[in-house]
């Protein structure tokens, strides 16, 4: 996808509805996102930075794999605000499943977002994500990538 779409705010691009998944947690996500399509940099890392409104308890996010399946080759969310942060990794390569869903109760402000991956090889993900209120209701959320890789 074109870096200039990536810089902009993004809310509620898409709704998470995938097939044996679904949890409240996940309202927002992009989805078809490559991370180090030349697949030649084993340390790639895409980051964002979410902004959650007033009324947030915490932001969640999962990760999911939809590339083909390599031996090694898992793909990584993480989150960070303060000094709390949290990890989660898809466990099984390409198989269509999600990462734990992982939260930072930090209240309102900015989270930041990382995918990561363990080794060469272009890997195609999908992202959830949401800010939430104590009750786990949404509570609306902006995302701006700060890095592609």
Same mark, same amino acid.
């Given at each position: ?43 790639? #890392? ?9 009324? #947030? ?9 939809? !590339? ?7 793909? !990584? ?17 390409? %198989? ?8 930072? %109760? ?44």
């Amino acid at each position: 996808m074109n870096r200039s779409v990536f810089k902009v705010s993004l809310i509620a691009i898409l709704v998470l509805v995938v097939s044996g998944y679904t949890h409240s947690a996940m309202a927002y996500g992009i989805a078809g996102t490559t991370l180090d399509p030349a697949g030649n940099n084993a340390s790639a #890392t895409d980051l964002a930075v979410a902004s959650c409104p007033q009324g #947030t308890h915490h932001f969640s996010a999962a990760v999911q794999d939809n !590339s083909s399946p390599v031996n090694g080759l898992l793909v !990584s969310v993480h989150i960070f605000k303060e000094n709390k942060m949290t990890t989660a990794t898809d466990p099984v390569s390409g %198989d269509g499943g999600w990462s734990d869903i992982i939260s930072v %109760d930090r209240g309102a402000g900015n989270y930041y977002v990382s995918i990561r991956k363990t080794n060469v090889g272009a890997r195609n993900f999908t992202i959830g994500w949401d800010c939430q209120d104590a009750n786990n209701n949404s509570t609306g959320t902006n995302i701006q990538v700060l890095q592609l890789q």
